[in-house]
C-alpha cells in the first residue's frame, strides 16, 4: 500500500496487493473467491457485478463498507503515520472494528460472516 501519485480508488479499495488479500480472505470465507476480480478492476464495475438478490446485497454492502473502511483507514495510517505495511497490523484492525460494529447492533444476521473467524481481535 505504498503512497503514489497515480493511485486511484479502485486500486487502493480493491487492486492493491493488500486490498486484494483482504478480499480474497473475506471472498473465501463466503465461499465466493470468483468474485474477485483482476488488480486492475474498478470498483465501479465489480460492485453491481456481483450476482446478489435485494437483500443478500444490503448483507454484502454492510460487510464490505466495513471491509473498505479499514483498508481505508489503514492505508492512511500507512502514509500519514509512516507505519510499515503489516497484513497482520491491518487484521487486528480489521476485528476490532468488527467487534465495534457487532456491538452497535450493524451486523446481526447477515447473510455473509463478516470477516475470516481468525481476524478477530482474540484480546
Not at 16 to 38: I, N, T
Not at 43 to 69: H, Q
Request: glycine residues 6%; aromatic residues 12%.
Amino acid at each position: 500500500m505504498p503512497h503514489q501519485a497515480d493511485e486511484t480508488i479502485s486500486h487502493l479499495l480493491l487492486g492493491c496487493q493488500v486490498a486484494r488479500q483482504v478480499w480474497w480472505k473475506a471472498l473465501s470465507a463466503w465461499g465466493r473467491p470468483d468474485w474477485l476480480k483482476g488488480p486492475d478492476a474498478s470498483l465501479c464495475d465489480w460492485w453491481p457485478s456481483v450476482p446478489l438478490a435485494m437483500t443478500d446485497r444490503r448483507d454484502f454492502a454492510t460487510v464490505s463498507i466495513l471491509l473498505l473502511w479499514c483498508l481505508w483507514k489503514y492505508r492512511n495510517r500507512v502514509v500519514f503515520d509512516h507505519i510499515p505495511v503489516h497484513f497482520g497490523a491491518l487484521v487486528k484492525e480489521m476485528g476490532s472494528e468488527m467487534e465495534a460494529w457487532l456491538r452497535a447492533g450493524l451486523l446481526r444476521r447477515l447473510a455473509f460472516s463478516v470477516i475470516p473467524r481468525e481476524w478477530r481481535d482474540s484480546g
